[in-house]
Antibody
Framework: QITLKESGPTLVTPTQTLTLTCTFSGFSLSTTSRVAVGWIRQPPGKALEWLAVTYWNEEKYYSPSLETRLTITKDTSKNQVTLTMTNMDPVDTATYYC?????????WGQGTTVTVSS | DIVMTQSPDSLAVSLGERATINCKSSQSVLSSSNNKNYLAWYQQKPGQPPKLLISWASAREFGVPDRFSGSGSGTDFTLTISSLQAEDVALYYCQQYFSALETFGQGTKVEIK
């Protein structure tokens, strides 16, 4: 059974760096299974926004509009994927999800809500 | 980026009636190498993460009721709920995974008339 869980701060101040961790089980990102883990966010009352993805084969991709602020890393020994977003702004207030990707994102974490406020 | 545009933004349908949601991509998401459309549909209910309903434009996930169906190819796609049930009230999103830079549509809200 595949599960994912996001963790990180619920409140950050403007200009701070946000670090979120996705801890998963039930699959490995170190095998040649064409598996990936992605991050998607959703501001309150707004649409889903794809942020980044990391693949089993070390490939990583970022949303062009946020690429300069995002870093995605994986720790296969811990079954974790980390997303770092720099220079946080109130518009970055959102629920952040990590999800297991095969053909589409078939398993999602419950999400973690991050508020950016001074 | 491949821009995904859904229509309508919202629709209200009577119980038991058909609901149709459209999704248009700014570029084709059909692969010439495997003839597959890299298009997924999700359902999101309030306070829940999205749920994958359909991948490859028309392949229902295990456990998804057969009243949900996906169709289309290239740049134009449709999600159809053949007989709307109360539990289908939700937001629906399309997503392309043809490009490594994935994108979602803006969402369509389905309500009961």
């Amino acid at each position: 059974q595949i599960t994912l869980k996001e963790s990180g701060p619920t409140l950050v101040t403007p200009t701070q760096t946000l670090t979120l961790t996705c801890t998963f089980s039930g699959f490995s990102l170190s095998t040649t299974s064409r598996v990936a883990v992605g991050w998607i966010r959703q501001p309150p009352g707004k649409a889903l926004e794809w942020l980044a993805v990391t693949y089993w084969n070390e490939e990583k991709y970022y949303s062009p509009s946020l690429e300069t602020r995002l870093t995605i890393t994986k720790d296969t020994s811990k079954n974790q994927v980390t997303l770092t977003m720099t220079n946080m702004d109130p518009v970055d207030t959102a629920t952040y999800y990590c999800a297991h990707r095969r053909e589409g994102y078939n398993i999602w974490g419950q999400g973690t809500t991050v508020t950016v406020s001074s | 980026d491949i821009v995904m545009t859904q229509s309508p933004d919202s629709l209200a349908v009577s119980l038991g009636e058909r609901a149709t949601i459209n999704c248009k991509s700014s570029q084709s998401v059909l692969s010439s190498s495997n003839n597959k459309n890299y298009l997924a549909w999700y359902q999101q209910k309030p306070g829940q993460p999205p749920k994958l309903l359909i991948s490859w434009a028309s392949a229902r996930e295990f456990g998804v009721p057969d009243r949900f169906s996906g169709s289309g190819s290239g740049t134009d796609f449709t999600l159809t709920i053949s007989s709307l049930q109360a539990e289908d009230v939700a937001l629906y999103y399309c997503q392309q995974y043809f490009s490594a830079l994935e994108t979602f549509g803006q969402g369509t809200k389905v309500e009961i008339k």
